[in-house]
């Protein structure tokens, strides 16, 4: 069976970029078809999907998140990677990668989708 891994530093200072790892093993990144995707949750609030990356390399952010989100793979390492720029306080999340058969539903948060999942890394944002 997939499974997945984050990594990456706890804390980001205001202004920089957070950058996470989602290590897969179990499974290919790049077999037919399916969704690697980055999911947040702020402190008291819902899961919030940030993006995927594609079983091709196509990528696909959510509108609010767009202009400050870049996803990216490593194929010999099995690995897709998030870069969040221009961070604030309220990007202080527990951030989790997770992977997902059908693009229409991920996009849209349908957590029942979501075949796997990481256990997720805490990222405060804060001077």
């Known amino acids: 069976q997939v499974q997945l891994q984050e990594s990456g530093p706890g804390l980001v200072k205001p202004s920089q970029t957070l950058s996470l790892t989602c290590t897969v093993s179990g499974g290919s990144i790049t077999t037919n078809y399916y969704f690697w995707s980055w999911i947040r949750q702020p402190p008291g609030k819902g899961l919030e999907w940030i993006g995927y990356?594609?079983?091709?390399?196509?990528?696909y952010y959510s509108p609010s998140l767009k202009s400050r989100t870049s996803i990216s793979r490593d194929t010999s390492k099995n690995q897709f990677t998030l870069q969040l720029s221009s961070v604030t306080p309220e990007d202080t999340a527990v951030y989790y990668c997770?992977?997902?058969?059908?693009?229409?539903?991920?996009?849209?948060?349908?957590?029942?989708?979501?075949?796997?999942w990481g256990q997720g890394t805490q990222v405060t944002v804060s001077s």
């Open positions: 990356i594609a079983y091709s390399g196509t990528t």
């Open positions: 997770a992977s997902s058969p059908i693009a229409i539903t991920t996009m849209h948060g349908i957590w029942a989708d979501f075949g796997s």
